[in-house]
């Protein structure tokens, strides 16, 4: 499960609040609202897995989920039954409640995690960035990821030589991610450490 920021949990409370919008605005017998309420409730279920590894104000959190998804469920019930604009009405009133609350508890109770990662590719210059590791790894609202990346020897003509890695020479307390595992354009780093840039001279 990829893991979220405050602001993804944000992003999918938004989604929510935009589809509850849509759904007063329509004529709920006129669109697919089956495939509307799955969405949504795929969404809602992701967000609350996710919600659920924040700790006691995260689970919290996901009971205002789970009473969304309720009243999500009551009201496919109450279409099928042939009820309607009005009282459907109500429940998507309640639903943008629950969201609003949601969206306010995230805010204010979920604390701001920072995703910090160190792209060192030498193992004899870790020295130059242990310290800011060690803080970052201590700090429990961050997540701090050390990826050494492989770099090549340059030849006297420019031409690209022999490829190095040091994943493996790094002290036993330094946590290291495989580069090939971790995705940055995926996982969006708040901050990222670098030795050197790769530019025409290094």
């Known amino acids: 499960m990829a893991r979220y920021k405050k602001k993804d949990y944000l992003a999918v409370v938004e989604l929510l609040e935009q589809v509850n919008r849509r759904l007063s605005q329509c004529d709920l017998h006129r669109v697919d609202a089956p ?18 590894q924040q700790g006691e104000e995260g689970i919290r959190l996901t009971n205002i989920l789970e009473e969304y998804c309720e009243n999500l469920y009551q009201l496919s019930q109450k279409l099928v039954e042939g009820a309607d604009n009005k009282v459907c009405a109500g429940y998507i009133q309640t639903m943008a409640r629950q969201l609003a609350e949601l969206e306010e508890g995230i805010c204010k109770r979920l604390p701001e995690r920072k995703e910090v990662v160190f792209l060192p590719y030498k193992a004899s210059m870790w020295d130059s960035l242990e310290s800011v590791w060690m803080a970052a790894d201590k700090d429990p609202n961050c997540d701090a990821y050390v990826i050494p990346i492989p770099y090549y020897d ?16 790094y002290p036993d307390y330094v946590s290291v991610t495989d580069y090939r595992e971790y995705d940055l354009e995926e996982s969006h780093p708040d901050i990222i450490f670098i030795h050197n840039p790769y530019d025409q001279y290094n």
Do not use: R, V, W
């Open 35 to 52: 495939a509307i309420f799955s969405d949504c409730q795929e969404a809602a279920i992701t967000l609350g897995m996710n919600l659920e």
């Open 154 to 169: 340059k030849k006297p003509d420019g031409s690209i030589g022999k490829l190095h890695y040091e994943g493996g020479l």
